[in-house]
Each structure stands twice: as structure tokens, then as C-alpha cells.
């Protein structure tokens, strides 16, 4: 259903309940409706399975008591890698009944990565998939952690490992977990920076309810009054990414919808062939899966989708079309970050410009400033940014109080996106302010990238930057100054990134690389990035 922009707009209120909680919600759902489909699941070779909102509550409950008999509790940090698998709500949600702080992995990090997370929050607790183990098993005695849950296949086989499916085979379905606030923690999200490590974003318990007030009605177009029953939701992203937050969770779970959950590569005609075949009404993905589709022949497809959502880069006009022409639905670009909710949609019923992020959503108060936080004008250049204090974003990094001092000292919390607005209030993305790279609805930190890159024993300075590319939106490509007695070859180029994607999650890896003499540096010896970014998009 369409929206009133400027009627939502002007009435939006807060309504965050003091004890607002997800799991009280679930227990609520099943409640009220635990007979409905909460998630229809598919594997890759057509394996399926089905949970109700009831099922969830007992999953949750189950793998709380499991999480209990182990120690863990209010205020422990639970790390998980996990592919998109039946039981991901079970381990989240009863994580969440604990008390517990998430701390969602993608499933791409290796030892390195993992180590340093966990190290960083202290996590105790490792939920992961069977063939994960081995990466987790690297570094486990390099960390805190001291709990080791396996998800899927045979625990006897990995030393040290209590199987998920044993302990919540005899585990009771209720649970009577610590006393839990909108205003508690709930999670910790990873998310790169320029300089240094990735950074833990920490979110309290009424981000979930801030997903449900912005991103269902003025993005996805649904909400718990509307009637869910011949609806069904796909969202494309991964279990360690905060956009699982922002859909699965934030949008699906919270209004009782029932949506529909992959396991497998994505491959643009098996995607559509799923679509048609399940009866995917409303879909969210990447545009680089949107340009991917596009390419396809979608007139051949007979699907029953009514919404379509993009997010994690801009989305230009060609998937657009492709879309409107096939499907008669023209698909909607949302943007926000880890750090938020939605803060600039193309809502239900907007007029889609595209090429444009959209409007403000309602509540939030996004805008764009320059470097003094003064707003600026029409189809000038600047920061969007988003006033501190505001619920829907974060408002704390996980025990860095140096980096809180840093990120909340003004009146607004900036994203480090760079935007501009059109006469009709249309906000367009304009690059970074910053050196971080979005690939492929991946945000990459380019130190991520020159860290690992110098640990080869080719390798004496390596910069990483964003270069165009036509189905990426970018693409990371390194600048790589060789050690004495080493030659540029495309030989080496292979080298060096079949190497990266061991060193580091392999999404991260340079697909283009080049040799060069030296570095633009400043004065003071820094590597100007800035340059070689503008050179790439000459
Ligand atoms: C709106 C949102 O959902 S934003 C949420 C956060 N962001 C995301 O979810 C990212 C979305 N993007 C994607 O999922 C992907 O980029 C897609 C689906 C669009 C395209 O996928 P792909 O091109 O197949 O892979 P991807 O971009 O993840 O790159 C990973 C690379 O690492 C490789 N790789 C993956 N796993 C491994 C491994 N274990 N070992 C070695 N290499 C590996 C892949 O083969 C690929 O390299 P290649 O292109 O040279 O073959």
C-alpha cells in the first residue's frame, strides 16, 4: 500500500516499549499465531523444511537452556558463523533469551578475522557450521573463548565440540530467561573502517523495534496489522552481516511474516527459478544481483513478486527497467548502515527516480551537512548524517570509549557517505568522504586489504582502492609496490590473489592488481589513496 509521505512524516512517533524485546515478541507471535509459517526454508539440492512461529518459541527456549546449562548469560558475547540454515533463529534468538550479545560472523572470515573478533569483545561462545570448525580450531586457544557449539554433522568428529542438535534434543521448550530492556545490548557488528581493524557496532534491543516502526512499513511496505497471509519475504543476505538484522529479524520476524531463507551460491537463473517456484512476493538483494537478473531473460519468468528492495550500493537505471518491463514492479532502493535503520528509502508509492536513494524515512531526521554540521543545499555536495540521540542508530562502539568520543561529540552522527539532494527532496549517492570501499554491496576497509597484502613475501607497499566497475558498482583494486628482485607478471597477479582470498575473507581480495614503481604519498609519508581513487575514475 502506498504511503503519505508527508502525513508520516509529520505524525511518526517512537513507540519503543521499556521492555521491548525480540524474544518476548516470538513468545507473543506464538501466542497469538503459532500455527503460521515463520520460515520456509530450501537447500541447494531441494532439501526443505518448514518452522512455525510456535516452532521458533520452542527453538529459541530449547537452545536458551542449552546456552544456560553452559554458563552463558546476561551480558556474554556468543559469536556465530553460520550459513543461511533452519536453526539460525534458534541460535539467535536463544542467544538473545539469554541475555547473551550476538556477534554475527559472515561465513568467509578466516582464523585471522575470527581471532581478532573474538579477542576484541571477549566472546566465550562459538556457534558454528561443521565446516567452519577447522578455521575456528586454528586460533581457539589464541582467545577467550570457551564454549564450542557445532551446527551440523557429527560432533565425535570435532574434538572439543558439543553438537547443537544434542543439546536442545532433550532440552525443555520453555525458558525463563534474565529480565531483558529495549535499552539492553544485544548485539555486536563488525564493520571496516579506513584505518585499522573492523569496528564493533553495538545495538541495543530496540533496534529490532526500530526495524518494525521504519524499514517494514516504509521500505518493505508491510507491518503487523496488514494481513501476512499470502505474503512471502526473501531476503538475500547472509547471517553475519547486520542487514540480517535489518530484514530476517528486523522486518520478517518482528511483524509475523513468513519468509523464505536459501541455502545455496547465487546464480541468477536459479534465483528466479526459486522466486517462481515458492512464490517469493517481496524480495530484497544487492544490485549487483539486480544487474545480474537484468541480464537474463526475465520475460520467461512468471513470478508472483509485487515488491522489490535494493540496498548496499546505488542501483542504477538499467535493472530498473528491466524489472518494470518484466515484472511490471519497479524495484525500490533503500540505504543505511550497520550503525542504523533505514535512513533514506524509496517507500511504497514514491515516484522511483532512478539512480536515487530516496527520501528520508519518517523519525529519523536524515539529512546532509557539510564540515561545520550545517545543512546544505540544493544539489550541493555533503555528508548525510543523522542527529545523535536519534533511536534508530546506534549510539556506542563495544567498550571503545575513545571511538564513542570521536563518532557522537557533534550534534550528528555522520555516515561518512557522501550525497546531495535534489530540488524534490531526492537524495543521491555521491561516493565516500572516506577510502572505504563498497563492492558489490560489500564494505570493504582498504587497510584490511594492504595488511594482508604485505604479509606476501612479494610485497613491500600495497595501497587498495574503489575502481569502477560495471556489474560491481566497484571493485577493489591494489596498488602494489614489489621488494627488490621481484617482477610484475600476470603470473604474480594470480598469485597474489589466490594468496589474499587464504589471508583474509576472500570477498575482500584485489581483482585487479597493479605494479608500480612507488606510492603517492604526503609529506609526512602517507599513502594518498585519495589520488589513485580519482585517477581510477578518470
Ligand atoms: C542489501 C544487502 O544485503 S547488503 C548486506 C551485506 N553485503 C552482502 O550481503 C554482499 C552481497 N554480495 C554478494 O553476496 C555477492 O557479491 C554476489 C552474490 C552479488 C556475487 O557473488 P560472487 O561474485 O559469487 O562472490 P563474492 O562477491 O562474494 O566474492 C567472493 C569471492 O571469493 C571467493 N570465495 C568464496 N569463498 C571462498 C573460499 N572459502 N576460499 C577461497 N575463495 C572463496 C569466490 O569464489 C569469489 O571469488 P571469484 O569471483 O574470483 O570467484
Same mark, same amino acid.
Request: aromatic content about 10%; charged content about 30%; glycine content about 10%.
Given at each position: ?28 507471535? #506464538? %501466542? &497469538? ?8 526454508? *530450501?537447500?541447494? !539440492? ?5 518452522? +512455525? ?115 536442545? #534434543? %532433550? &532440552? ?8 531483558? *530492556?529495549?535499552? !539492553? ?5 563488525? +564493520? ?115 515488491? #522489490? ?230
Amino acid at each position: 500500500m502506498a504511503v503519505d509521505y508527508a502525513a508520516e512524516s509529520e505524525s511518526f512517533e517512537w513507540d519503543i516499549p521499556e521492555g521491548y524485546n525480540i524474544p518476548a515478541v516470538i513468545e507473543s507471535h #506464538a %501466542d &497469538a499465531f503459532g500455527d503460521r509459517v515463520a520460515l520456509k526454508f *530450501r537447500d541447494a !539440492d531441494g532439501g526443505r523444511e518448514e518452522r +512455525t512461529y510456535g516452532d521458533l518459541r520452542d527453538d529459541m527456549n530449547r537452545f536458551a537452556n542449552a546456552l544456560e546449562s553452559m554458563g552463558v548469560g546476561k551480558g556474554d558475547r556468543l559469536i556465530h558463523l553460520l550459513p543461511r540454515d533452519p536453526d539460525v533463529f534458534a541460535v539467535q534468538l536463544g542467544a538473545l533469551k539469554r541475555g547473551a550479545l550476538l556477534v554475527p560472523s559472515s561465513s568467509m572470515l578466516k582464523p585471522k578475522d575470527i581471532a581478532f573478533r573474538a579477542n576484541d569483545c571477549k566472546a566465550t561462545t562459538a556457534v558454528v557450521h561443521e565446516s567452519l570448525v577447522g578455521m575456528v580450531d586454528e586460533v581457539r586457544d589464541e582467545t577467550p573463548l570457551s564454549n564450542f557449539v557445532v551446527l551440523g554433522g557429527d560432533a565425535d568428529d570435532a574434538d572439543g565440540w558439543t553438537s547443537f542438535s544434542d543439546l536442545v #534434543a %532433550d &532440552a525443555s521448550a520453555e525458558h525463563d530467561g534474565p529480565d531483558l *530492556r529495549a535499552e !539492553d545490548p544485544m548485539s555486536i557488528n563488525y +564493520t571496516s573502517g579506513t584505518t585499522g581493524q573492523p569496528k564493533p557496532v553495538r545495538h541495543r534491543h530496540r533496534w529490532m523495534r526500530c526495524f518494525e516502526l521504519v524499514n517494514a512499513p516504509y521500505w518493505w511496505g508491510v507491518t503487523a496489522d496488514d494481513d501476512l497471509s499470502e505474503e512471502l519475504l526473501w531476503a538475500t543476505t547472509g547471517t553475519g552481516w547486520a542487514k540480517w538484522f535489518w530484514s530476517p529479524v528486523g522486518v520478517g520476524l518482528t511483524t509475523g511474516a513468513t519468509q523464505f531463507v536459501y541455502r545455496g551460491d547465487f546464480e541468477p537463473d536459479t534465483f528466479l527459478d526459486i522466486m517462481e517456484e515458492e512464490g517469493v512476493t517481496r524480495l530484497c538483494a544487492v544490485p549487483t544481483q539486480y544487474r545480474m537478473f537484468a541480464q537474463r531473460d526475465l520475460g520467461s519468468y512468471d513470478l508472483q513478486l509485487t515488491e #522489490a528492495l535494493s540496498a548496499g550500493e546505488p542501483l542504477n537505471r538499467e535493472p530498473i527497467e528491466a524489472f518494470r518491463e518484466a515484472f511490471g514492479v519497479i524495484p525500490r532502493d533503500g540505504y543505511g548502515q550497520t550503525e542504523t535503520v533505514a535512513l533514506l528509502t524509496n517507500y511504497p508509492g514514491i515516484d522511483v527516480k532512478p539512480g536515487s536513494m530516496g527520501k528520508p524515512t519518517p523519525g529519523l531526521g536524515t539529512t546532509i551537512i557539510d564540515e561545520n554540521e550545517e545543512v546544505v543545499g540544493v544539489d550541493e555536495i555533503g555528508e548525510i548524517a543523522v542527529p545523535v540521540g536519534c533511536p534508530g542508530i546506534f549510539d556506542g562502539y563495544y567498550e571503545k570509549p575513545n571511538l564513542d568520543e570521536k563518532t557522537f561529540s557533534g550534534d550528528y552522527y555522520r555516515t561518512g557517505d557522501l550525497a546531495s539532494r535534489d530540488e524534490d527532496g531526492y537524495f543521491f549517492f555521491e561516493g565516500r568522504a572516506d577510502d572505504i570501499i563498497i563492492s558489490a554491496g560489500y564494505r570493504i576497509g582498504p587497510f584490511e586489504v594492504e595488511d594482508a597484502l604485505v604479509s606476501h613475501e612479494a610485497v613491500a607497499e600495497a595501497a587498495a582502492v574503489a575502481s569502477p566497475h560495471e556489474e560491481r558498482g566497484s571493485i577493489v583494486k591494489a596498488f602494489v609496490v614489489l621488494i627488490d628482485g621481484y617482477e610484475g607478471s600476470d603470473d604474480l597477479v594470480e598469485e597474489l590473489q589466490a594468496f589474499m582470498k587464504e589471508q583474509t575473507a576472500p570477498y575482500k581480495y584485489p581483482r585487479e592488481i597493479e605494479f608500480v614503481a612507488e606510492l603517492p604519498k604526503t609529506s609526512s609519508g602517507k599513502i594518498r589513496r585519495i589520488e589513485l581513487r580519482s585517477q581510477e575514475r578518470d
